[in-house]
């Protein structure tokens, strides 16, 4: 990346990628370091916690995220002893969530219980930054919020979220955030959720490998797009949201109990 690049994209935020997904895990979180972008690497498993944490504490601008993704907890269950362990070490938590689409919806009991012990243990340790994953489950996710993490004891930022716009008016109620990607910004329905959430809540994020930016995984650089999306929705430069983005995320971290 030139400097002229590193210019474009530093201070940008992407709260939401899978950077231990990458065929290149070190280089991947090196290419995010030389962008200049704060880019949250979102676990999957707890086992992959020591790895994105040795690689992040290395760097200006990547953290690692702890977590135990919703369509994983039936056959990895048993690291759930292993994420109260790691837990201290981290104020970053995710990926985590509830996952009731067809696939996953078998293991939906075993989701919930699993959440509403992540939900507990981080309202225990006070001043956790969590992100939650909620596939056609948002009204629950949000009963979990409102049942095991007082507001003042924890931060939730809902990832990709897909819920209705009454939904998202409770998750605002409740003190949540939302990191929105480029994708969502292609999907209509989507997008008059999106519009109906005020930019002091927003975050960026790519979800990156998982979305394409052109014909390739996305990278946290690509957050640039979403900026850009979010400002052409809301009618404003697109410094001015990345400005917002900034101001959104600084606002968390000084988040404590």
């Not at 948002?138 to 819920?163: M, N, Q």
């Not at 959720?193 to 809540?201: E, K, L």
């Amino acid at each position: 990346m030139s400097g002229s690049d590193r210019k474009v994209t530093a201070g940008l935020v992407d709260f939401h990628c899978h950077l231990d997904l990458y065929p290149d895990h070190p280089g991947a979180v090196q290419e995010a370091e030389n962008a200049g972008v704060f880019t949250l690497a979102v676990t999957t498993t707890p086992r992959a916690w020591p790895r994105n944490h040795e690689l992040a504490q290395r760097t200006r601008y990547v953290r690692a995220a702890l977590g135990l993704h919703p369509q994983l907890v039936e056959e990895r269950f048993g690291g759930f002893n292993l994420w109260d362990r790691y837990l201290p070490e981290t104020r970053y938590v995710g990926e985590v969530g509830l996952d009731a689409g067809p696939r996953f919806y078998k293991s939906f009991d075993l989701q919930k219980q699993v959440f509403q012990h992540v939900l507990q243990r981080c309202a225990e340790a006070g001043g956790k930054i969590i992100t939650v994953h909620s596939v056609r489950s948002a009204k629950i996710v949000l009963d979990h919020i409102e049942s095991y993490l007082p507001p003042l004891r924890g931060k939730v930022v809902l990832h990709w979220f897909t819920g209705t716009k009454s939904e998202a008016a409770r998750a605002l109620e409740l003190g949540c955030y939302f990191s929105i990607n480029a994708a969502m910004l292609e999907n209509p329905r989507h997008v008059t959720v999106v519009s109906t959430i005020p930019i002091n809540r927003l975050l960026t994020e790519t979800d990156g490998p998982f979305t394409k930016t052109g014909s390739r995984s996305s990278k946290p650089a690509d957050v640039e797009v979403v900026v850009e999306k979010l400002a052409r929705l809301h009618n404003v430069a697109p410094v001015m949201i990345a400005a917002t983005v900034r101001d959104n995320l600084r606002t968390l971290l000084e988040h404590r109990e």
